[in-house]
């Protein structure tokens, strides 16, 4: 493969769970617009129409992202019929309701396959690819719940919150290679995954039912109710994908505008509220040092 930075189309995306929600419809805007796609789904037989609608620029392989031989199959199906990977979306996931004494030490391990380790096999799969080009994205589907914590998902949350600290180091370890990484956090979105993409504990405690309870509770009743819209959630992807300059991070929803910045503004008032006690932890010879690393441990 050859350097080519200024390449203007079509890209060639590897996007994971497309048999519903933000995968299918970032997928079908993707094919509308032109470019080509390499989806993916445990159940390859959900993309027959939408193969069979794009028969020159899609195509369609089985990934199961807990299994790393599926993976290396699906780059490598993906170098085979485009010659290239521009843009790797990992969005196969799912959601796990359960305070952290309700849930199971396999329903953790499992979330944590699917939702970060899947997601880290894949970059670390594509990365070659992307490094030989000498340009890529990596587009990481994180969450709300990847900022901001929510009582009733703190394993769900665990994933997300890991997602998005390796997707900062790792923008920083690639931009010199052209390859750009960024972080989506959408709030509620008219998904399956207030349906069957999201699990609950199997041994409820009563004593967390005003939590996760609720929690669950809550998912349930917004099923088909939620106020994101996913088509519309494909183009801002998209948008962000095309930008000379995209954003490390894009909140997507009102909602998750409104939840982040409340935590934002939770973080800086705790901060400021204890700042005197967090200067105070100093060597009083080393303040000057310290300062003098701020810089470099906050470029971006």
Same mark, same amino acid.
């Given at each position: 493969?050859?350097?080519?930075?200024?390449?203007?189309?079509?890209?060639?995306?590897?996007?994971?769970? %497309?048999? =519903?929600? &933000?995968?299918?419809a970032?997928?079908?805007?993707? /094919?509308? !617009?032109?470019d $080509?796609?390499?989806?993916?789904?445990?159940?390859?037989?959900?993309?027959?129409?939408?193969?069979?609608?794009?028969?020159?620029?899609?195509?369609?392989?089985?990934?199961?992202?807990?299994?790393?031989?599926?993976?290396?199959?699906?780059?490598?199906?993906?170098?085979?019929?485009?010659?290239?990977?521009?843009?790797?979306v990992?969005?196969?996931?799912?959601?796990?309701?359960?305070?952290?004494?309700?849930?199971?030490?396999?329903?953790?391990?499992?979330?944590?396959?699917?939702?970060?380790?899947?997601?880290?096999?894949?970059?670390?799969?594509?990365?070659?690819?992307?490094?030989?080009?000498?340009s890529?994205?990596?587009?990481?589907?994180?969450?709300?719940?990847?900022?901001?914590?929510?009582?009733?998902?703190?394993?769900? %949350?665990? =994933?997300? &919150?890991?997602?998005?600290?390796?997707?900062?180091? /790792?923008? !920083?370890?690639? $931009?010199?290679?052209?390859?750009k990484?960024?972080?989506?956090?959408?709030?509620?979105?008219?998904?399956?995954?207030?349906?069957?993409?999201?699990?609950?504990?199997?041994?409820?405690?009563?004593?967390?039912?005003?939590?996760?309870?609720?929690?669950?509770?809550?998912?349930?009743?917004?099923?088909?109710?939620?106020?994101?819209?996913?088509?519309?959630?494909?183009?801002?992807?998209?948008?962000?994908?095309?930008?000379?300059?995209?954003?490390?991070?894009?909140?997507?929803g009102?909602?998750a505008?409104?939840?982040?910045?409340?935590?934002?503004?939770?973080?800086?008032?705790?901060?400021?509220?204890?700042?005197?006690?967090?200067?105070?932890?100093?060597?009083?010879?080393?303040?000057?040092?310290?300062?003098?690393?701020?810089?470099?441990?906050?470029?971006?």
């Open positions: 493969m050859n350097s080519d930075k200024n390449r203007v189309a079509p890209k060639v995306w590897l996007i994971t769970g %497309c048999s =519903t929600g &933000f995968g299918r970032l997928a079908e805007a993707v /094919l509308k !617009k032109g $080509e796609v390499l989806a993916t789904a445990r159940e390859p037989e959900q993309l027959r129409a939408l193969i069979e609608h794009y028969p020159l620029t899609a195509k369609a392989v089985r990934l199961d992202v807990t299994l790393s031989q599926d993976i290396q199959a699906a780059v490598d199906a993906a170098i085979k019929t485009f010659a290239r990977i521009d843009v790797l990992n969005n196969a996931g799912y959601g796990l309701i359960g305070a952290l004494e309700e849930v199971s030490d396999a329903d953790i391990r499992q979330q944590f396959e699917t939702n970060f380790f899947g997601a880290l096999r894949l970059m670390r799969t594509v990365l070659p690819v992307m490094r030989q080009q000498g890529g994205h990596i587009v990481n589907m994180s969450s709300t719940a990847g900022f901001v914590g929510f009582g009733g998902s703190s394993i769900y %949350c665990a =994933t997300k &919150f890991a997602l998005e600290g390796i997707s900062e180091a /790792l923008a !920083k370890e690639v $931009e010199s290679f052209g390859i990484v960024t972080l989506i956090e959408p709030g509620a979105f008219r998904t399956n995954f207030n349906g069957r993409s999201l699990a609950g504990a199997e041994q409820p405690i009563d004593a967390y039912d005003p939590v996760s309870g609720a929690s669950l509770q809550w998912f349930k009743e917004m099923d088909g109710k939620q106020p994101g819209n996913p088509a519309k959630a494909a183009q801002a992807i998209i948008q962000a994908v095309e930008s000379p300059n995209p954003p490390m991070r894009l909140a997507l009102t909602d505008m409104s939840l982040i910045q409340d935590k934002l503004e939770s973080v800086k008032t705790s901060l400021d509220g204890w700042q005197q006690v967090t200067v105070s932890t100093d060597y009083t010879d080393s303040h000057a040092e310290a300062i003098a690393l701020v810089p470099t441990l906050s470029e971006s």
